[in-house]
């Protein structure tokens, strides 16, 4: 990745001017200031990158009374110190592809407490606050856009977008910023909260449920768990949704598991929990009534699959076999039914499956087809 300059339009480059008393300070004395408060301080060194011997700025967080060191990487671009935590955007471009991941940093333990997966396209601001709450306006990669990305502990989600927001400021606990010529406002924080918030790892923040997962451990540590929880938007109560082994297997390199993109809709969510090995993947497809708190339909087939849901709970899935031991290259659209997964379409080509209603759409090599989803 070819790295852009950093860009710390929310703080000087320059080094912060020593403070006359308060706590020490920690870190490298001759590392250059970033930016530091009472209790964290940010500061950068200079470095020869690992691969190429490149020089590289590297910069670092840690607690000004003997707390933790963070390493940040390189490619860090942005950043704003609130109280213990650091907001802070890490990416950069390939070309004309550029990404980045917005992380908030727990300075004082090294945790990342919440944060965005990788985000497509430019940032351009960053704001927060000292509660973990932060937001970033975004420029879609080919400029046509911009949106506003926001995180908490709750996780992440998608603000505004079209292609004159901007001006995005914070004023207390609550957002503003243009669209055109219309002004708008929103909290920063995301006020229809469920489930646990310590310990955890986001998931998937939706419009009515809220997925997050919780690390296990087990006979000390020989066997690792991952399990997968949601909760329904607001004030739901957690339920167990799926685990998955995240176990370090000696001998079993190629083996992998995964519960995929969880998708929702109503109070439903669903998903496909895919295994992978040298001999191929097998998948359980997984429909969840959140209110009821119980799996409402169930199906294990051969193949790698996407989940398409209807707010009914009537659900489909996209099958690949390319990394199967059966059919391979083919793929094939199920419906998943109480009583386990039946086919409707099959070919190489089938691809684009979408949900409307209770009707699916898919493209058969380049056919339009569609079926309904009541058997």
Known sequence: ???LGILLGTVSLQTAPAQASGPRDCGPRAAKTIDRNRLVRVYATQRMRTLGHVPAKHYFACGRSGGKRTALGTTVRRLVLRGRYLNYVDGGCAGADCSFVL???DALNGRVVAGSGRVAGTDLEIVATARAESAVLVATPDGAERYIVRADLQGTSELD????????TLKGSRLHWLNGDRRRSAPIAHQRRCG???GVVNVSLQRNV???SVYRQRDGGDEEFADYYGCLRPGGRPVKLTRVDVTYHPGSAGSTESPGVFVSAGRFVAFAQTGCAFTGCTSTLVVFDMRARRRTRSAHIRGSATVVLAPSGLAAALVSFEESDSYPGDSSVVRIDPSGAFELDRGPDVRDLTIDGDVL???NDGEPRSAGLRP
Do not use: C, K, N, S
């Open 361 to 363: 759409h898919w493209l």
């Open 161 to 168: 977008r079209g292609p004159a927001v901007g001006d995005l």
């Open 1 to 3: 990745m070819v790295v």
């Open 210 to 212: 809220r997925i997050y």
């Open 103 to 105: 992380e908030v940093l």
């Open 196 to 198: 646990r918030t310590t």
